[in-house]
């Protein structure tokens, strides 16, 4: 796999993963910490890739994806 296109992957397991993250929200699950945690795990990775490039875009997805890490480890704590 070519750096962009490890890039590609990971932004879209991280899109996943915040979706499955608002589905447990809206749900209340019992299971949300262990979401939350793969969310965590998932946009730190996403944000780690994206700050390789000077795209503007990967720029903004990886501010956005560490803006969440640090949403979902407050959410985390507060559980």
């Known amino acids: ?3 962009m296109e490890v890039c590609v992957k990971n932004c879209e397991m ?8 608002i589905v447990a929200c809206k749900i209340d699950s019992p299971d949300l ?3 939350l945690e793969e969310c965590i795990s998932a946009c730190k990775n996403c944000a780690e890739e994206c ?6 875009h990967c720029q903004v997805c990886a ?17």
Not at 14 to 21: F, G, L, R, S, V
Request: proline residues 0%; contains cysteine.
């Open 14 to 21: 991280c899109i996943q993963a915040c979706k499955n993250c």
């Open 1 to 3: 796999m070519t750096g």
């Open 63 to 79: 501010q956005a994806c560490s803006e969440c890490v640090e949403v979902c480890e407050d959410l985390v704590e507060s559980l």
């Open 51 to 56: 700050e390789k490039y000077d795209h503007d």
């Open 33 to 35: 910490k262990g979401i």
